[in-house]
């Protein structure tokens, strides 16, 4: 089933031409793939929130990373990408208001992870193999922090969000959504 999600994705760019292959080929040679016990590279699945109207864009501030950004978190052996997506944005969020865009991957992103301590265990240098969904939730539901993973949640205008990203690796997967986003606005008018 997620193979096939993932081979019916259509890249935007040849970034995802190339993390889409990767992604298709760590799959087909490690039945582990979707477990963070493979220590080199996992399936991941994230969310650009965004509301109604695609002008706001709901981050939290991670305390790993140090930085606004967009919610998601490790499949565990979760097929359903998707679900994996609405799941970690309700619980990073408190947001219960939430639906895709599209049942369909929106983004694919190979993402490099540096060493980190987390939960007090070491967790070495791996890669996410990240699988985004755009999500629709209500910008007026209240918001609350999920302790344990961020220390603030917030709606930005997406015309300002990038002055509040402090991992510089992230901003070009985070203008690639943004521009994507901007696309979709224009076909609506």
Known sequence: M???KIQAYHPKNEQEEADQRLILDFLSRNPDALYRSNLAAHITSSAIVVDESMTKVLFAFHNIYRSWSWVGGHNDGEEDSLAVAVRETKEETGV?????WSEDIWMIDSVYVHNHIKHGHYVPDHLHLNLT???IADDHEEV????DENSGVRWFPIAEVMDHIGEERMKAIYQKAFDAIAEIRNIRK
């Open 2 to 4: 997620l193979t096939e």
């Open 96 to 100: 219960q208001s939430v639906r895709p």
């Open 133 to 135: 969904y755009l999500l």
């Open 144 to 147: 609350r922090i999920k302790a």
